[in-house]
């Protein structure tokens, strides 16, 4: 079938090409009729309405319902028997967190769009996206509010993937799965470009697939695209790709009526049908992970027997989760657990936070894990991929909570051999319950290459003739379903002796039983590297590779320890963090911490201080010094009672709203934290009223407020007036690149200081 | 680039660093070429947009040029997401790494200028230096449509990703970088220490 081809190139040989082309659909009708007239003619199967940027933050100002029904008219206007289809492209913002706009935000203006046009049209396109999170945003938009078709199309340049690292594959697992009708690309592109990225899509999609290249790329003139490719050159190309198996063609930017009849021709055509062999895939944005090999699921971020992630967790100090996150990545884990289930805490909006951030700060694919189904949804509706859901069980009400989350987000599933009435002794009986959901599955609409089982580990000092049965249920699974397999390794060895013995020795007969995901700790090394070797003993040759550079990369890693030479203040000075800590806990056996500090850790400070200015240092120096000092101190400081003396004092910091650079303000937070201070930090875009909120809940002794360019000091004189006005009686302290001090003194802050050493001084002498 | 990159770091000119940064410097540079998808895009024209036309700093620099280029450049967001996730980890790093990007955005920009085939080129002069605002980026970057390679703006006025730029070439001969119609001049660091952020 056959879509129409450029809007924008067909306006500006109309000579009406605007800033906002939507409003043509109501100033210019005539002419945007005679545009959609003109690829009817040349024989398009599909019309898309003049509405790509008809939404709430491209147009606030505007009449959106007005300008959307009217270009829908203008598409019905000479249409004989092409389906109309309303045009959706992205917002033009990007959405939290790295941009400010808000995933529900971006959601409502996407709705309003569709719910504009359902009645109106025969389906949507959602096209020229190049983040994925924005393009499940609207397509979840799109699904939640209408039952008509929707065709999705992503933008993806030279290196083949999308702007923000997406690849085809990434996109078609997605789209597929959460059901949109068609999937391509568009744009950015010239027809022979795109044939490495059409052919991936095709591998990947097992919905049809939609290409409207772009008619080469342009060369700009004068602030006007110059397209040189020929309607024949385009055409040839097309041709090939319905042979390879693409079912719609269309044209974008440069392509036009003449492009569009030319490709027509293929009209018709019997496209092959392919035949697919899904395998079990999860992904983040970025990266794609199958079972194919063995696959180390982190097991950190969950806080079943981890008192200090429940503590993070009811503190909701997240920055804890994170720095698990990318502790696990490094150490080799291919996807991350991510469980807040801690009582008493709002498990469903922990979950949204948590996976939002974690989007951004991982490259790995989330399972999503919670025994609340609200906590599932909320997990999965925010989170940026395919998601691993865990889990569902053999019970028919938990299958109907669950699966339908799974459908609707385009998740895997994990599932546990168990149900209503616990979990069976026998592998015969967990088997039967595996099968049961497998069913149950395929019922909701979700097929096998979405489902994962796990058999279920038992403790070996409790249950030890039941080990046994869990490898059983592994291998009959494996075998006779077919599918990929979980494990919980080191449930196995609670309250026994020897546990990591236990564990890598279970973890081996599981791997030979078929386990693919063992659910580990990833920095726990001897598990990990008995992995590598399993895969590398496989016969693979890239696992063979990686064992072989992971452990040279270990070899070449500094053994760690306490050099006798080496004191306290020089490893400080050195901003050798592992030193600093051993030596601070050999200091602690004979010398009381508040001596350590006083006739340690502050004078090497300030000489630490003091090089930096008379500049024998600079400033990675003057950090990873602060660094080392901080690990110095959070020893010490378990050493206090609870909130001991070590405290100095409290700090509040914030980047004003408005700005996202908070580098600044993080060097100054390393500092005062070295300093022995407490630091709360309000992050980077902060609203006036938290800061206010932060102020009244911890009476700081002073807020320190960054702003870097010239834009946000404005938002920091608004700041600062708001602050005192509602009674904040601290001093206010401000800093940033482009502050003096007599702009300090215009927006009334209380101190300017024109570095963080300076600043840390300063607050010391108050 | 090493040396712009030392630049931004604090360091006087001729100053060697100890092994430990340059050692985290290169692996920095690896890191940041890496995860760069590197995006220019430009527009030629004769003459300057309407909104340049009344601001004296523009015409200055405009000052008999034969015509301009409007450009938009980008690492794109994987460069932010690390720089993120390495102030999480660790700040030293973190900082050396902001400094790479800067430094690597401004080297490729000036090789990608190169290869564009005009004779003469001025430097890029871009929204923010003395006498223009920080928000005519916004401007420029609506004309080339530079959300097309990824250019976004917060509502403040702030590029994301955060290792963007936008401005202006001028063509024909005579432009040369000068301290005084910069934003910073007051307050310059670089300045103090009696360098320049520049060359």
């Given amino acids: 079938m056959i879509f129409d081809g450029a809007f924008g190139t067909e306006l500006e040989k109309r000579g009406i090409m605007s800033k906002m082309p939507e409003m043509l659909n109501i100033t210019h009708k005539e002419q945007i009729a005679d545009i959609h007239k003109s690829y009817i003619d040349a024989g398009c199967d599909f019309i898309t309405t003049n509405t790509f940027g008809a939404n709430r933050i491209k147009m606030p100002n505007e009449d959106r319902k007005l300008v959307i029904e009217s270009a829908i008219a203008l598409a019905k206007q000479h249409r004989t028997s092409q389906y109309v289809m309303m045009d959706i492209g992205p917002l033009g913002k990007m959405l939290y967190p790295m941009g400010e706009l808000s995933f529900d935000d971006a959601y409502e203006a996407f709705k309003e769009m569709v719910v504009t046009a359902r009645d109106l049209v025969d389906g949507f396109i959602l096209e020229t996206f190049s983040d994925l999170y924005e393009l499940k945003c609207a397509l979840l938009a799109v699904k939640e509010n209408s039952d008509k078709p929707v065709f999705t199309t992503m933008t993806f340049d030279q290196t083949g993937h999308t702007l923000t690292g997406t690849s085809p594959r990434i996109m078609a697992e997605l789209m597929s799965n959460m059901g949109a009708d068609a999937i391509g690309v568009n744009c950015s592109l010239g027809p022979k470009d795109l044939k490495p990225i059409v052919e991936e899509l095709l591998q990947y999609s097992d919905k049809p697939v939609l290409v409207q290249p772009n008619r080469g790329i342009p060369s700009l003139r004068c602030g006007r695209a110059i397209y040189s490719l020929t309607t024949a050159d385009f055409a040839s190309v097309m041709g090939t790709f319905c042979d390879a198996g693409v079912a719609v063609l269309g044209g974008c930017c440069g392509t036009n009526p003449e492009f569009i009849a030319a490709i027509a021709k293929n009209k018709g055509k019997q496209v092959p049908v392919r035949t697919m062999d899904k395998k079990v895939t999860i992904t983040s944005a970025t990266q794609a992970v199958t079972f194919d090999k063995v696959q180390i699921c982190g097991e950190r971020i969950n806080p079943t027997g981890k008192k200090k992630l429940k503590e993070a967790i009811i503190n909701g100090d997240f920055d804890y989760i994170f720095k698990e996150a990318i502790k696990q990545e490094e150490a080799g884990a291919a996807l991350l657990d991510v469980n807040l289930g801690v009582p008493k805490t709002d498990d469903v909006t922990n979950m949204k936070n948590v996976v939002v951030r974690l989007n951004e700060i991982t490259n790995l694919p989330l399972q999503i894990d919670s025994s609340n189904p609200a906590a599932i949804e909320a997990g999965c509706r925010y989170y940026n991929g395919v998601p691993l859901i865990n889990s569902v069980n053999g019970n028919a009400d938990n299958m109907a909570a669950i699966f339908p989350i799974a459908k609707k987000y385009g998740a895997v599933v994990l599932g546990l051999t168990m149900d209503d009435k616990g979990i069976p002794q026998t592998a015969e009986e967990r088997f039967a319950i595996a099968e049961r959901i497998l069913n149950g599955a395929q019922q909701y609409g979700i097929g096998r290459h979405r489902m994962m089982m796990d058999t279920l580990t038992l403790t070996c000092s409790a249950q030890q003739p039941l080990v046994k049965e869990t490898l059983r249920a592994l291998r009959m699974v494996t075998n006779q379903l077919g599918l990929p397999t979980a494990l919980g390794v080191s449930n196995v060895s609670f309250g026994m002796p020897n546990r990591e013995l236990i564990n890598s020795t279970f973890l081996m007969m599981a791997l030979e039983n078929g386990l693919t995901m063992p659910i580990i700790n990833p920095c726990n090394a001897a598990m990990t590297n008995a992995i590598l070797a399993y895969n590398a003993l496989r016969g693979v040759s890239a696992d063979l590779d990686a064992f072989v550079n992971n452990a040279v990369a270990q070899e070449n890693v500094p053994t760690v320890s306490a050099s006798k030479q080496m004191t306290l203040g020089e490893a400080v000075r050195r901003g050798l963090k592992e030193e600093s800590v051993a030596l601070t806990m050999e200091a602690l056996e004979s010398q009381d911490p508040m001596s350590l500090i006083n006739e340690t850790l502050i004078p090497t400070l300030n000489e630490v201080g003091s090089d930096f200015e008379k500049q024998k240092i600079f400033l990675p120096q003057l950090i990873s010094a602060s660094e080392a000092c901080k690990e110095a101190f959070a020893i010490i400081k378990s050493k206090f009672a609870q909130g001991g003396a070590s405290q100095k004092g409290l700090v509040v910091l914030a980047t004003v709203k408005g700005d996202v650079h908070d580098i600044g303000k993080n060097i100054v937070k390393v500092i005062f934290e070295s300093y022995g201070y407490k630091v709360v930090d309000l992050g980077k875009d902060t609203a006036k009223e938290t800061i206010l909120e932060a102020y009244n809940q911890y009476q700081p002794m002073i807020i320190g407020l960054s702003a870097l360019m010239t834009t946000t000091v404005l938002s920091m004189e608004e700041t600062i007036a708001f602050l005192k006005e509602q009674g904040v009686k601290c001093p206010i302290f401000v800093g940033g690149a482009v502050l003096t001090q007599q702009l300090a003194k215009e927006i009334k802050a209380d101190y300017y200081t024109k570095d963080a050493l300076e600043f840390v001084e300063t607050v010391a002498k108050l | ?199």
């Fill in chain 2, 1 to 199: 680039m090493i040396h712009q990159v030392l630049k931004y770091l604090g360091y006087p000119d001729g100053t060697v660093p100890d092994a430990a940064v340059m050692n985290q410097i290169e692996k920095a540079c690896q890191e940041v070429a890496q995860a760069s998808n590197f995006q220019y895009i430009y527009a030629q024209y004769e003459a300057c947009p309407d909104f340049m036309k009344d601001i004296p700093a523009y015409q200055h620099y405009l000052s008999g040029a034969d015509g301009l280029l409007l450009c938009a450049t980008t690492l794109g967001v994987q460069v932010d997401r690390l720089l993120k996730r390495h102030q999480m980890n660790d700040m030293t790093y973190a900082v050396i790494f902001d400094a790479v990007a800067s430094a690597y955005l401004e080297q490729q920009a000036d090789l990608f200028e190169r290869k564009i085939p005009f004779k003469h080129k001025g430097f890029r002069f871009c929204p923010g230096y003395g006498g223009t605002a920080l928000t005519d980026s916004r401007q420029i970057a609506a004309i080339l449509h530079a959300e097309k390679i990824g250019i976004t703006f917060l509502d403040s006025g702030l590029m994301v990703p955060l290792k963007s730029m936008v401005g202006i070439v001028r063509l024909g001969g005579g432009s040369r970088k000068n301290c005084a119609d910069c934003v910073a001049f007051p307050n310059c660091a670089f300045r103090l220490k009696g360098t320049t952020c520049w060359k």
